[in-house]
């Protein structure tokens, strides 16, 4: 009976503390939005349609944030090419959105393989300035979508 209760607590803890991050999130994104209230209007970049139907932006700017989407890349080549390709994409939709690689924040890599994380730090390493942003990586159970070894998405900031 013990033993239960202090699972509970440790499971209330737990979920008291993601519900706490998660609120602490959205109020340090809108803190940083009502600090500059003229920059708080929403911004989509190109919009990929499916059927006539739209499916997702390749960006979205919030405030001085931008929210860039997963960019793969669907022709034949290794990691290195495959990781070249995707970070040349992400570059040109950071600058459409009026950033650039070295105000990223945070990157999420998907990997079809985990074999190949060698080979995508290979290309990766040194790609966003002397300091680079945060980063969490993963193999995606199925692989990435389509034919791309690796996705990458990101986080920015523009002035």
């Known amino acids: 009976m013990e033993n239960q209760k202090s699972n509970r607590r440790g499971l209330l803890k737990k979920t008291g503390a993601m519900a706490a991050a998660l609120f602490g999130g959205i109020i340090g994104t809108k803190a940083a939005v009502a600090a500059n209230p003229e920059k708080a ?14 499916l997702f932006s390749g960006h979205t700017s919030h ?4 929210f860039i989407a997963g960019k793969g890349y669907h022709e034949e080549g290794d990691i290195a090419v495959h990781t070249d390709k995707v970070l040349g994409e992400l570059e040109k939709e950071l600058i459409k ?14 990997l079809h393989d985990l074999e190949d ?3 995508m730090n290979a290309v990766y390493r040194g790609r966003f300035g002397k300091n680079p942003p945060v980063r969490t990586t993963v193999a995606v159970y199925g692989g990435v979508p389509g034919k791309s070894l690796v996705e990458i998405d990101c986080i920015a900031y523009k002035d």
Request: hydrophobic share 35%; no cysteine.
């Open 97 to 110: 959105a009026g950033s650039s690689m070295d105000k990223v924040l945070k990157v999420n890599v998907y």
């Open 117 to 119: 994380y060698k080979g």
């Open 41 to 54: 209007e929403v911004t989509h970049g190109e919009v990929v349609m499916d059927q006539d139907v739209p």
């Open 63 to 66: 405030g001085n944030l931008v």
